[in-house]
């Protein structure tokens, strides 16, 4: 995620990018290609490692890499919605694009997640519940949370640490429901409070040169141990959707691990972004997208694993792995493209101007 040279790091970006994180767009302004190429980047990720989920048994590597992937690309992506969330003040159009930009595609999602379920698992009778997030649904879920309380995060002393601390107690908590993955909404809230608390010049900081060189051998290190740690450490961890208890370790494990992995994927975040081009490539128009690639690609994710597509015996081995990598990469890339977006935004950016009063800014604008 990197900034050109001459634009401000927290450059607005346009409605299209509601749902991670955008601020209202200012007229006169351009997009930061540093965030929109961080933001495909990350969104590919999150592909790979969907991908890579079938073939975690078969192979320490996958499942190292496997590893290395979710401790940065949510964690990233999170960051990258609070950093654009700074400016939010519930103001009445704020408050249209958190209903058009967030819920909306909440219930669209949920639902067609819901629906495509009932079909490739045969569930005929599993039920639609919007409250409890379906797959991916459960960041837009995690995204409104955030959102709604970012007034809050944004007038506390110390949001940060108290944000820690939430995360850490939800760890001694078994008795949080699946509501909205309540979970996943505290144990990965100082991702979110992280990004409200950047400003500019921490971006401009990761782009050092230094920053970058240095971002080679922390990565290197990071795969080596995650390698290690593959028969001794519970990657679901990483998932940030379950209680210690649940995940079989004692209680003042959990406190200790949402610490740690908060450290590790801080760090591994930095060296994410220090590998971000700041300059607009081939892909900076498709990071307006990355909402769409994130959650069309679940269906072909979740279709891939009940079609067979992981049978063939070549697919768990080093050219399969392979192939199912770049395959899943064009696929997410292909979903983020402009005719995608198109088709798909009355379900993702719908106006709905029919659904909403005009708010005195309006209306005197209009006379």
């Known amino acids: 995620m990197r900034a ?22 200012v007229p006169g302004k351009q997009r930061d290609p540093f965030f929109d190429n961080a933001k495909y980047l990350a969104i590919v990720l999150v592909a790979i490692g969907h991908s890579w989920e079938p073939l975690r048994s078969g192979s320490r590597s996958v499942t190292a890499l496997y590893t290395l992937v979710y401790a940065v690309h949510m964690p990233a992506f999170i960051v990258i919605s609070g950093y654009f969330s700074r400016s939010f003040r519930a103001t009445p159009p704020q408050i249209r694009r958190l209903l058009t930009g967030i819920v909306v595609p909440y219930i669209v999602f949920e639902t067609a997640y819901t629906l495509f379920t009932r079909w490739t698992d045969h569930q005929p009778d599993r039920a639609i519940s919007l409250l409890d997030p379906l797959y991916l649904t459960w960041f837009l879920a995690a995204l409104f949370v955030w959102r709604l309380t970012t007034p809050i995060w944004n007038h506390v002393r110390h949001p940060l640490p108290l944000a820690l601390a939430i995360a850490m107690l939800a760890t001694l908590s078994p008795s949080i429901g699946n509501d909205l993955d309540l979970q996943r909404v505290l144990q990965f809230l100082p991702y979110f409070v992280l990004g409200l608390s950047l400003k500019p010049e921490h971006f401009q900081l990761v782009r050092r040169p230094e920053v970058r060189q240095l971002a080679v051998p922390v990565f290197l290190c990071a795969l080596a141990v995650a390698y290690w740690s593959v028969p001794r450490f519970d990657y679901s961890w990483l998932f940030h959707n379950a209680s210690a208890e649940q995940l079989g370790a004692p209680d003042w494990e959990g406190p200790l691990m949402t610490l740690a992995l908060f450290a590790v994927s801080t760090v591994l975040v930095v060296c994410f972004l220090a590998w971000v081009p700041r300059r607009r490539t081939w892909f900076t128009s498709l990071g307006a997208g990355t909402l769409y690639g994130y959650l069309l690609h679940g269906f072909v994710a979740q279709g891939a694993k009940s079609w067979g597509w992981y049978g063939p015996s070549w697919v768990q081995g080093p050219l399969g792995e392979l192939t199912v990598t770049v395959v899943a990469a064009a696929v997410v890339t292909a979903l983020c493209a402009p005719p995608v977006r198109r088709a798909f935004r009355f379900a993702m950016e719908p106006e709905m101007r029919w659904a909403f009063r005009r708010d005195a800014t309006e209306l005197a604008r209009a006379s």
């Not at 040279?5 to 994180?21: C, D, F, L, N, R």
């Open 4 to 25: 050109s040279p001459t634009a401000s790091a927290e450059t607005p970006v346009p409605p299209s990018a509601a749902a991670v994180g955008a601020p209202e767009p």
